[in-house]
Every structure is written in structure tokens, then in C-alpha cells.
Nanobody
């Protein structure tokens, strides 16, 4: 599975961005997907996750009510709509997928996309 993120950039506080993550390859094996972020000097953290059917989602407390994760399985694409952005949301955002086939579990990562929120 290959993951390619897009949609990052520079935005003022209070603004919005939408990140996309396009999956290719053995996408049939994907069970769950999510967005992580890593700010300078900090550990990578889970921002939001979604199950394969898109029916269940979870969010970090810091983004609840502002961010929305979704999947379009027909397009093999996952999205993260980010509203009311804050300077503390500045980070590199990574797409993540967990796949399972042939008895194994595999974790995939995208290359990351920078999100910078100015105050």
C-alpha cells in the first residue's frame, strides 16, 4: 500500500484546510486509517482515525469539534477537514493505514504534509 498526502500549507489562525490521503496498491487489505501529526520537538500523536467502512471515528481531545475525518472508499481516499485552526495545530501531518492479509498485520505511512498556522 502506498499513501500520498496533499493539501497542507500556510493558513491564518481561524482558517481551514482539507488534507487528502490517496491510497494505492493492495487497498483491499486496509482495515483502518488515520491521521497523525508531529510538531518540532514533540512525539507523533494520533489526530483522528476511521474504520474501513467509515462508520466509526475517533479524535484527539484537542481537535474534537474542529476536525472531521472521512473516507471515500470508491476513490481510495481519506480526508481530514480542519476548521478553526490554531497555531498549536502546526505540524507535519501523516496519513496512516493498517492492513491485514495472509495472517499478517501491516502499518503504512505517507511522506507527510506540512501544516503551518500563523497567529
Amino acid at each position: 500500500v502506498q499513501l500520498v498526502e496533499s493539501g497542507g500549507g500556510l493558513v491564518q489562525a481561524g482558517g481551514s484546510l482539507r488534507l487528502s490521503c490517496a491510497a494505492s496498491g493492495s487497498t483491499f487489505s486496509i482495515k483502518a486509517m488515520g491521521w497523525y501529526r508531529q510538531a518540532p520537538g514533540k512525539q507523533r500523536e494520533l489526530v483522528a482515525g476511521v474504520t474501513s467502512g467509515g462508520g466509526r471515528t475517533n479524535y484527539a481531545e484537542s481537535v474534537k469539534g474542529r476536525f472531521t475525518i472521512s473516507r471515500d472508499n470508491a476513490k481510495n481516499t481519506m480526508y481530514l477537514q480542519m476548521n478553526s485552526l490554531k497555531p498549536e495545530d502546526t505540524a507535519v501531518y501523516y496519513c496512516n493505514a493498517v492492513g491485514s492479509y495472509s495472517g499478517g498485520v501491516y502499518v503504512y505511512w505517507g511522506q507527510g504534509t506540512q501544516v503551518t498556522v500563523s497567529s
